[in-house]
């Protein structure tokens, strides 16, 4: 104990906020809620320079580090490293493992596909890329499409199939996290454990970072005791916090100041309107344009300067030849 309270603070490294969140990243979510269930004080930071590494989110403490890519995630670490364990009293019980597997993987899953596959790719962007130049930020965004859908086992051939079990598996969860919650004040043992933590981080996810035509989002919005639970903790962890226990905040984007409410949501998912190009990309489309003309003129300058060069060539040949003969 002794050696615990000498430990440094710990530092939380996400990924950006918005969306009303702390962190808008869906790995990082469920740390920043691990940590303040446990009630340990920790500064939080952002990681903007590498959006596309799967070591964030991650923990220091002095020398200490825990990645998200190693030993099975930041929360697994710090109760592996004697740092915050709030599972010590649950680990045996066969019910919380299923409930722990399944938030791990079915909700998990159906998460990255919406985010990667199953949207036009705005809110991937706005967390991971909108801090980079747009082709590089473009570029990396088709290559995680490209991983998720390996990931997740898609092809063109079963690209509907597997949608359907995706979606299936994740209501066939929210069903059963809902019948398991009740209107208890956590999931087991009256005491929050890394189910809640993981599970909420998900929840707050789907409901504010997704867009209004998230079928994920409608299917949790069909359960009001996920809702109410997820809304009660968020008033408690995130709102009233302010930055008490948050280190460096980045500036919250506009569409942080006014966070959707229960009262404004559906379970029914909006159609996808027709939208108007925005003023960012009516300016990628002209400068793409005046790409290609520049392209098609320095085509056509190439070419010239290679039939002038022939020209020369032949002229040339034929001035030999005369010699020749003379």
Same mark, same amino acid.
């Given at each position: 104990?002794?050696?615990?309270?000498?430990?440094?603070?710990?530092? $939380?490294?996400?990924?950006?906020?918005?969306?009303?969140?702390?962190?808008?990243?869906? *790995?990082?979510?469920?740390?920043?809620?691990?940590?303040?269930?446990?009630?340990?004080?920790?500064?939080?930071?952002? *990681?903007?320079?590498?959006?596309?590494?799967?070591?964030?989110?991650?923990?220091?403490?002095?020398?200490?580090?825990?990645? *998200?890519?190693?030993?099975?995630?930041?929360?697994?670490?710090?109760?592996?490293?004697?740092?915050?364990?709030?599972?010590?009293?649950?680990?045996?019980?066969?019910?919380?493992?299923?409930?722990?597997?399944?938030?791990?993987?079915?909700?998990?899953?159906?998460?990255?596909?919406?985010?990667?596959?199953?949207?036009?790719?705005?809110?991937?962007?706005?967390?991971?890329?909108?801090?980079?130049?747009?082709?590089?930020?473009?570029?990396?965004? $088709?290559?995680?499409?490209?991983?998720?859908?390996?990931?997740?086992?898609?092809? *063109?051939?079963?690209?509907?199939?597997?949608?359907?079990?995706?979606?299936?598996?994740?209501?066939?969860?929210?069903?059963?996290?809902?019948?398991?919650?009740?209107?208890?004040?956590?999931?087991?043992?009256?005491?929050?454990?890394?189910?809640?933590?993981?599970?909420?981080?998900?929840?707050?996810?789907?409901?504010?970072?997704?867009?209004?035509?998230?079928?994920?989002?409608?299917?949790?919005?069909?359960?009001?005791?996920?809702?109410?639970?997820?809304?009660?903790y968020k008033s408690e962890l995130i709102d009233s916090s302010g930055s008490s226990s948050s280190g460096t905040q980045s500036q919250s984007d506009p569409s942080s100041s006014v966070p959707r409410r229960?009262?404004?949501?559906?379970?029914?998912?909006?159609?996808?309107?027709?939208?108007?190009?925005?003023?960012?990309?009516?300016?990628?489309?002209r400068r793409a344009k005046y790409f290609l003309v520049t392209q098609l003129v320095a085509v056509l300058v190439f070419l010239s300067l290679l039939g002038g060069s022939d020209a020369a060539e032949v002229?040339?040949?034929?001035?030999?030849?005369?010699?020749?003969?003379?």
């Amino acid at each position: 104990m002794e050696e615990a309270k000498e430990r440094e603070k710990l530092t $939380l490294v996400t990924r950006k906020s918005c969306f009303g969140l702390p962190t808008s990243c869906p *790995n990082c979510l469920p740390a920043y809620v691990y940590l303040k269930f446990s009630g340990t004080p920790f500064d939080l930071d952002f *990681n903007l320079i590498n959006p596309d590494s799967d070591q964030i989110p991650y923990v220091e403490s002095g020398t200490y580090v825990a990645y *998200n890519n190693e030993k099975g995630g930041v929360i697994r670490s710090l109760s592996e490293d004697g740092f915050v364990d709030l599972d010590s009293q649950v680990r045996g019980i066969p019910e919380w493992i299923s409930a722990k597997a399944m938030v791990d993987s079915w909700l998990a899953d159906a998460i990255i596909y919406e985010l990667w596959v199953g949207s036009d790719g705005t809110s991937a962007h706005k967390i991971y890329y909108s801090d980079l130049p747009w082709p590089l930020g473009k570029i990396l965004y $088709l290559k995680q499409v490209h991983v998720v859908k390996q990931v997740l086992g898609i092809t *063109n051939e079963n690209a509907e199939r597997r949608e359907e079990e995706i979606y299936r598996n994740a209501n066939d969860a929210f069903s059963a996290l809902s019948t398991r919650l009740g209107e208890q004040a956590y999931f087991f043992d009256n005491r929050p454990t890394s189910l809640d933590a993981v599970f909420l981080g998900h929840a707050l996810f789907t409901l504010y970072a997704l867009p209004e035509t998230s079928v994920l989002r409608s299917k949790l919005l069909e359960h009001d005791n996920l809702v109410r639970y997820t809304e009660k903790y968020k008033s408690e962890l995130i709102d009233s916090s302010g930055s008490s226990s948050s280190g460096t905040q980045s500036q919250s984007d506009p569409s942080s100041s006014v966070p959707r409410r229960p009262s404004q949501w559906s379970s029914k998912p909006k159609s996808k309107p027709k939208r108007e190009k925005t003023e960012e990309e009516k300016k990628f489309r002209r400068r793409a344009k005046y790409f290609l003309v520049t392209q098609l003129v320095a085509v056509l300058v190439f070419l010239s300067l290679l039939g002038g060069s022939d020209a020369a060539e032949v002229e040339l040949d034929e001035d030999d030849d005369g010699a020749d003969y003379d």
